[in-house]
């Protein structure tokens, strides 16, 4: 499940230009292929280009740079990460800049609300208002921030139990970098 949180009138830049449905079909169309999943990144960039918000072209956060927002429809970027939520920084960096140089009007950050148990920072809706408030002025434009739960990811029954017999699996294999799982598997050209 993902809760959405609107901050300096995001919402009603999103009604104004019409895009509230489309982003909430977008959020939950990207919550049901991401829930348990492992490859978050491939799925994320494959929803929203089914979305609709992968145009070629309008992606760049800066010019001549290879910087780019997770999806881009009408002057609204999408950027996300779910790995941590303390991508919540670096996101929302993201977005400001291309809203400082006029590019979006509006912006979507999509993070993991899975924290630390241990924290004492309260719930991750309590942590990103505080700090989305902490942020102004450096970070001051309107953005809505959607916190999705996205389960643990699904395992096969016999990695679960520890199969003494299995073989050892390196962390590259692990995050699913292809090109390393290629080149220590002997397939790389």
């Known amino acids: 499940m993902f809760e959405t949180l609107h901050f300096r009138g995001s919402d009603k830049i999103l009604k104004k230009k019409k895009m509230m449905k489309d982003v909430e079909l977008t959020l939950d169309y990207i919550e049901g292929v991401l829930y348990g999943s ?13 979305m609709g918000w992968r145009e070629n072209g309008t992606l760049n956060i ?15 970027a999408i950027e996300g990460n779910f790995s941590a939520y303390e991508y919540i920084l670096e996101g929302l960096f993201r977005l400001q800049v291309g809203f400082d140089k006029g590019k979006i009007e509006t912006g979507i950050l999509m993070l993991n609300s899975f924290r630390s148990e241990k924290s004492s920072y309260g719930t991750s809706q309590q942590l990103a208002k505080m700090e989305v408030e902490l942020l102004y002025p450096t970070i ?8 999705f739960d996205l389960g643990r ?3 096969f029954e016999e990695e679960q139990g520890g199969d003494e017999n299995a073989l050892p699996v390196s962390s590259n294999e692990q995050q699913g970098d292809p090109e390393t799982v290629k080149k220590e598997m002997g397939t790389w050209p």
């Open 38 to 50: 492992v490859y978050k990144r491939e799925l994320t960039n494959q929803a929203l280009q089914e």
């Open 62 to 76: 800066l010019n001549g740079r290879r910087y780019m927002y997770k999806g881009f429809k009408k002057n609204i």
């Open 140 to 147: 001051s434009m309107p953005v809505s921030i959607a916190l």
């Open 153 to 155: 990811p699904e395992l």
